[in-house]
């Protein structure tokens, strides 16, 4: 149980393309997803807090417009990273919370790698 | 202020020794969450462990154990026998306030190599 996935786990695009990624949890509901940034060999940066049915809370720094999140569902959320430029490359990763059971544990999906040529 | 500090940044052991990763969090709140979590070199993040605030007990799962102490404020992680497979990236986590904005507050990761 409590299984994530993401989708793409890679891309590549030209700058100035958006870029959606899709993170989805499979066997459990999820009103929260959290989405991550994490640079090579470093820590986990939370970028957003995404609320089913409500706004995205965005942590200080993180631009709203630049990275659009929507979480329709209570087994989806999405990131768009839009007009994606060099510096955007990054490893994106998203977790849930399930809604029912283990209320505090985040599970994570297996990451996007996002290259902005 | 809450942090989690991971003090050793890379450790490498031969396989079938013992290690242990060490995590020290800081926070006034009383009720908590600490978590372990794995990264391979896939890059998914792999929960092993919670444990809350209020309980103090000790863990064994298989090769792996943790010990919590709220007197230290630590919350370490010991491997036993190492295995190749045990080689990846592990996190100590906490989490403060649980319910609807819980944040995960990660250290900073410690790359554990097993050598065969």
């Known amino acids: 149980g409590a299984v994530v996935s993401q989708h793409p786990s890679r891309v590549i695009c030209k700058s100035g393309t958006s870029v959606k990624i899709e993170c989805r949890s499979l066997?459990?509901?999820?009103?929260?997803m959290f989405w991550y940034r994490q640079f090579p060999k470093q820590s986990l940066m939370l970028m957003a807090t995404?609320?089913?049915?409500?706004?995205?809370?965005?942590e200080q720094g993180v631009e709203k417009d630049k990275f659009l999140i929507n979480h329709a569902s209570l087994t989806l959320s999405t990131l768009t990273v839009t007009s994606a430029h060099p510096e955007d490359s990054s490893f994106y990763i998203c977790?849930?919370?399930?809604?029912?059971?283990?209320?505090?544990?985040?599970?994570f999906g297996p990451g996007t790698r996002l290259l902005v040529l | 202020a809450q942090k989690v500090t991971q003090a050793q940044t890379e450790i490498s052991v031969v396989e079938k020794e013992d290690v242990t990763l060490d995590c020290v969090y800081e926070?006034?709140?009383?009720?908590?969450?600490l978590f372990w979590y794995k990264q391979p070199p896939s890059g998914e993040l792999v929960f092993l462990i919670r444990?809350?605030?209020?309980?103090?007990q000790n863990e064994i799962s298989g090769r792996y154990s943790w010990n919590f102490q709220k007197s230290t404020s630590s919350f370490n992680f010991t491997i036993t026998a190492s295995q190749v497979v045990d080689s990846a990236v592990y996190f100590c986590?906490?989490?403060?306030?649980?319910?609807?904005?819980?944040?995960?507050?990660f250290g900073t990761g410690t790359l554990l190599a097993v050598q065969p």
């Open positions: 977790s849930a919370r399930d809604s029912l059971f283990s209320f505090e544990t985040q599970y």
């Open positions: 066997d459990f509901q999820a009103t929260t």
């Open positions: 995404s609320n089913e049915g409500s706004k995205a809370t965005y």
């Open positions: 926070t006034r709140d009383t009720t908590y969450y």
């Open positions: 444990r809350n605030s209020f309980d103090e």
């Open positions: 986590a906490l989490s403060v306030s649980p319910g609807a904005t819980n944040k995960l507050i």
